[in-house]
């Protein structure tokens, strides 16, 4: 539960510490006291979303911080999960915002983010605003509150799962069918380029030895004359010009006759006769590759003719032959997906089919569970509306079966009937306001018992309520706070009266500025603070005595 709330900077409130109790704790005060602001300080450290203008005039920041004690299960479970623990049984949580949009959070000392506030405070805390009863005119929220006294949403996260890969089936079934002329289109383009490229037959490398090839051939006349002239260098004409191998010959004549008079010019004499051979072979060489090149014309036209239609190909498909290869790959794998679209699509159809009908099967099965709990739901809010000054209240939970949806295949509205012998109509079309806010605390008391959160706060429900309803409306919170600790925002001198702690929320102004205090009531101050609600600015002797009569009944309003 919440045992204490300190707030800082935000709006009107400079400084305030409120230590809360068990049971229903009350807070009162003169519209634009400051009571919205201190369940904005709430909203805020639960890790929701805060304005700006939250941030006290001429401060740079706000901060708030609350402590809680003998938290949930669920709060317990989610602390571990987020790496987080108790600290002597108590839980304090702080979170400092600043007017440039900073957060700074704190779960027990250490640094959190803001989400992990969120997360956490949903189990702490759970806040009633007056706004909640007008969810009762929209019947797309009334499921919701089925759901949670059902504790459904384990049933429901199993179906939104299945459902969720159902759509996705149908999506791309859709997509599938509505791209046939896309596709007809893309495999009629496929069909050309694999058969261009396969008719082609691309050899890798292929263009590297094709150009020199056709380097040859364009220069064959020039080869011929320039292997032509080395072996007349080498070999001579036979007459005039030795040539280079009958020199050499002479040479090693010459050394061989040195080396048989001197012994050590015998390593020099086999170096000479080596590369006279050596020369012989490179003369053999290049006499060969001369007759071996010859003009052909058409060869070389066949080459142009070949490189033409490389670079053609490189230019669509990859600059080399190994890229044109692998883009070939490709989109052969592209046009057989595309070909065996008809085999693809009937598999997703039946896969379509097998899971609507899981989807169906969990639907039925949390319509079922939904029908029950109406049942229940009907019968415990009826009995609640009743104790809240409405005797001839009847609860009735309209449950048709619709396609399926992200909630299963039902749509829930409630309605009522407010007075004897007129049949159930939808919320909108009946109730008041008064009526309403009854409704929406008849509701939240029957959820209250499946409500993980250790703390109910209700801001204003009692809102165009007065009277004997008021003293049932209090009652009824009066029954929650003995289970829940609850935090109630009031106008009513009727349930402020039945709170085990009362506190009083003003304003004052000094210097120019204006400051709200909260401060704790004891008896006496309960009387005052009552009396001034029942009586506004004239307080008669009438007003105390019953102020007096009101608070006779509450212990714990005797004792302070």
């Known amino acids: 539960m919440l045992t204490e709330l300190y707030i800082e900077n935000i709006a009107v409130i400079e400084k305030t510490n409120i230590e809360f109790t068990k049971g229903l704790n009350v807070l009162t005060g003169e519209t634009g006291a400051g009571k919205s602001i201190v369940i904005d300080a709430i909203s805020a450290v639960l890790g929701r979303r805060t304005s700006r203008e939250l941030v006290r005039t001429g401060a740079d920041s ?35 915002f600043t007017l440039s949009g900073k957060n700074n959070c704190r779960v027990n000392g250490r640094p959190a983010a803001l989400s992990a506030l969120k997360e956490i405070g949903r189990y ?50 859709n997509q599938k069918e509505s791209d046939d002329r896309d596709r007809a289109r893309r495999a009629d383009l496929l069909s050309f380029q694999i058969n261009e490229l396969e008719e082609a037959q691309l050899q890798i490398g292929e263009q590297d030895a094709l150009m020199e090839e056709r380097s040859i051939l364009a220069n064959a006349n020039k080869l011929r004359e320039y292997l032509s002239n080395a072996s007349y260098l080498l070999g001579g004409d036979g007459g005039e010009f030795p040539g280079v191998l009958s020199t ?32 012989q072979d490179l003369a053999s060489d290049i006499s060969r590759a001369g007759d071996d090149i010859e003009d052909d014309p058409y060869r070389l036209e066949q080459i142009e003719e070949r490189l033409d239609l490389i670079n053609r190909l490189s230019r669509k498909y990859g600059d080399t032959e190994e890229a044109m290869l692998l883009y070939l790959d490709s989109i052969k794998k592209e046009y057989d997906a595309i070909c065996r679209f008809e085999e693809d699509r009937d598999k997703l159809i039946i896969e379509q089919q097998k899971s609507f009908a899981r989807c169906n099967t969990l639907a039925c099965a949390i319509s079922e569970k939904r029908r029950l709990v109406s049942e229940d739901f009907c019968r415990q809010v009826t009995e609640q509306m009743r104790k809240l000054d409405m005797p001839s209240a009847r609860v009735e939970v309209s449950q048709i079966t619709c396609s399926l949806c992200d909630n299963g295949i039902d749509q829930i509205e409630f309605l009522v009937s407010t007075n004897a012998g007129e049949p159930p109509k939808p919320v909108a079309k009946v109730a008041s306001g008064g009526e309403l806010s009854r409704m929406m605390l008849a509701i939240k008391t029957v959820l209250s018992h499946s409500d993980p959160t250790d703390t109910l706060i209700f801001d204003e429900v009692d809102t165009g309520i007065s009277g004997s309803a008021a003293q049932r409306v209090g009652d009824a919170l009066k029954v929650v706070s003995e289970s829940t600790q609850s935090l109630c925002v009031t106008h009513l001198p009727q349930i402020a009266a039945l709170a085990d702690s009362h506190f009083l929320i003003s304003k004052q102004e000094k210097d120019g500025r204006t400051y709200t205090n909260v401060k704790p009531l004891n008896y006496k101050g309960r009387v005052d603070e009552l009396a001034r609600i029942i009586g506004g600015v004239q307080i008669g ?20």
């Open 124 to 173: 702490l805390i759970n806040i009633h605003g007056q706004h909640e009863s007008y969810e009762l005119m929209s019947p797309d929220l009334h499921i919701g509150y089925i759901d949670s006294l059902g504790n459904l949403s384990s049933d429901l996260e199993v179906y939104r799962q299945e459902y969720a890969r159902y759509k996705d089936l149908c999506r791309i079934l």
């Open 248 to 279: 050499l010959s002479d040479v090693t004549d010459e050394v061989d006759s040195a080396a048989a008079l001197v012994s050590g010019l015998s390593s020099v004499s086999e170096r000479v006769r080596s590369v006279y051979f050596e020369l």
């Open 541 to 560: 002797d009438a007003a105390y005595q019953y102020v007096r009569e009101l608070l006779s009944g509450n212990p714990a309003a005797v004792s302070d």
């Open 62 to 96: 706000s901060y708030v911080s609350a402590a809680f004690t003998d938290v949930g299960d669920a709060v317990l479970s989610t602390l571990e999960e987020l790496g987080y623990s108790l600290e002597d049984g108590k839980l304090l949580i702080e979170r400092e």
